[in-house]
T-cell receptor, first 109, second 115 residues
């Protein structure tokens, strides 16, 4: 069963426009959710985790348990935000991470 | 401290040959994953090791793929009789499973090209 769904493979926005990368999950327990980012020629790295309620590089993500979503948002996209973004769920019952298929964000000048 | 390391960073092989890819996880991390990233595609889960438990091999695409983890540390992914569709970046990741605050750490990947 698909645990993490990222419906968009590619998202293109203009610089300065708002951006929202969608993530939905399926898990009946208390989820632990993350966003990872992979910039060109760099390794995958953690961007933010929901439990920290933090804003990193202007990005935020709010856990909506009712909609089982954890969308990543930024009010004003920058060209340097262009990267591959992955949503991930840590399934504590099985000590296992599940990743979505990723969304490629392209911020145009 | 040292992160997850992988070797080789690049591997070019001929179709039909066997290859071995190595992953050194962060010391003390009991969980280790292998993923595959094909050109322009997302992450594809391959196999997962957790401590002394039997590995979760549900993501291995064929019986040409196998992996082992010796001593709960280093892992080797072996691809036998390589095919051109095996060309991809193979990523290794590890994370702790105790201590309460889990984050998966990724290696730089091995780029495999099958000619």
């Amino acid at each position: 069963a698909q645990r993490v769904t990222q419906p968009e493979k590619l998202l293109s926005v203009f610089k300065g426009a708002p951006v929202e990368l969608k993530c939905n999950y399926s898990y009946s327990g208390s989820p632990e959710l993350f966003w990872y980012v992979q910039y060109s020629r760099q390794r995958l790295q953690l961007l933010l985790r929901h439990i920290s309620r933090e804003s990193i590089k202007g990005f935020t993500a709010d856990l909506n348990k009712g909609e089982t979503s954890f969308h990543l948002k930024k009010p004003f996209a920058q060209e340097e935000d262009s990267a591959m973004y992955y949503c991930a769920l840590y399934f504590r019952d099985f000590n296992k991470f599940y990743f979505g298929s990723g969304t490629k964000l392209n911020v145009k000048p | 401290g040292a992160g997850v390391s992988q070797s080789p960073s690049n591997k070019v092989t001929e179709k039909g040959k066997d290859v071995e890819l190595r992953c050194d996880p962060i010391s003390g991390h009991t969980a280790l994953y292998w993923y595959r990233q094909s050109l322009g595609q997302g992450l594809e889960f391959l196999i997962y090791f957790q401590g002394n438990s039997a590995p979760d091999k549900s993501g291995l695409p064929s019986d040409r793929f196998s992996a082992e983890r010796t001593g709960g540390s280093v892992s080797t992914l072996t691809i036998q009789r390589t095919q051109q569709e095996d060309s991809a970046v193979y990523l290794c990741a590890s994370n702790p499973t105790s201590g309460g605050f889990y984050e998966q750490y990724f290696g730089p990947g091995t780029r495999l090209t099958v000619t």
